[in-house]
């Protein structure tokens, strides 16, 4: 693990912006049982954890992507991500609607991006993969090139992998679950019992259901 992901994990926890309650499971929108929670938005709320996030990522992108023209952030939790980043690299910038407007000029992308540009697509959280192929997709019918997907968190889950393969786009990201749940053992945060049940659960989310001790 790198010093980095550690840094960020113990952040993210220690203001509540990933918790982990393996004894009592969240339920999602999408009504899976869950031991994670992630509120990715708080950290705009703490200028430490922000600057942090802004270098860090900035610093990801450049190495990973050495060609980037131009930043894209995924509505509607990586656009404040995506602007600062934008900002810290000086870069043009643009954000990706979930739907088209339903009025006006019905943008599906909210800004200008120069025909051909080379963008690299921000995500806060990382999930299914869908988000970010919608953004994919919409980038790449502008007339632009998709270098890549910079994440600020990875669940890593497996349809995501799949979907990016199948789309041909490389993916990055400063902190991984995997390592995650590694650094809240380490800092006590969760008890060496739910390392297993926190693993078990991100190989199969959907159908995951939390054991009768719960």
Known sequence: ME???KML???LLHISAIMLQPES???WASGWNSPIYTDIRKILSYPDVRNFIKVELSRTILNAYPDVDAIAGVATGAIAIGAIVADCLGLPYVYIR??????GLENLIEGNLRPGSKVVVIEDIISTGGSSCNAIEAIRNSGCEVEGIAGLFNFEFPSAIKRFREVNVKMVSLLTYSAMVEVASEIHYIEPSDIETLREWRKDPGSWTPSKRF
């Open 9 to 11: 994990a113990e952040k």
């Open 98 to 103: 979930k739907t088209p407007k339903d009025h």
């Open 25 to 27: 499971p969240f339920i």
């Open 3 to 5: 010093k980095t992901d």
